[in-house]
């Protein structure tokens, strides 16, 4: 199983209305607008075995419900990933995810060897216009609450790549 730790950021129509700008700048791969979401922990090849253990490290992480909002389109690196950041209260955020990679840490998930980078990808292998600028589609900062995690599964069903819930633990 692929697995991933996540949030929804339950603002998907205001990211699908900056993908469709995007796609007017040029063409890639744009996420789905199910799969649109922050990344927390990204697992990678996990044995089915191996769930329960990881929605236990979850479970005993302490976090607060937090208040964050997009923050401009951003070419991510030279690969054309294109992605939102996100401001707010990203210090609540980055605690989080700090929490979370120690827990996972103690059950034999490799700690990560960058800094946590709080992003939304919205498009991969993205090749703008010539002339275009994609960082500077007009933006208001779209503000949304996060009240949970979720353990995601990466897995293709129908065809098209999903990321399904297999555990929600509530930030309190």
Excluded: W
Excluded at 16 to 37: I, K, V, W, Y
Excluded at 96 to 102: D, G, T
């Amino acid at each position: 199983m692929r697995l991933f730790i996540g949030i929804k950021t339950g603002c998907e129509d205001y990211l699908a209305e900056l993908q469709r700008r995007l796609s007017e700048l040029g063409r890639g791969r744009l996420t789905e607008r199910d799969n649109l979401h922050i990344t927390l922990k990204f697992l990678g090849e996990v044995p089915p075995h191996r769930v329960k253990e990881i929605c236990g490290a979850m479970a005993g992480v302490s976090g607060r419900p937090m208040s964050l909002k997009c923050l401009g389109v951003h070419v991510f690196n030279s690969k054309g990933i294109i992605s939102c950041g996100v401001g707010g209260d990203t210090a609540a955020l980055r605690a989080l995810a700090a929490k979370l990679e120690a827990a996972l840490e103690t059950i034999g998930f490799p700690k990560e060897n960058r800094p946590f980078r709080a992003h939304i990808t919205l498009a991969r292998d993205f090749r703008p216009n010539p002339g275009a600028d994609v960082e500077s589609i007009p933006f208001s900062g779209k503000a949304f609450s996060v009240k949970e995690m979720i353990l995601f599964e990466s897995a293709h069903v129908g065809g098209r790549l999903a990321y399904l819930p297999l555990y929600t633990q509530q930030l309190r």
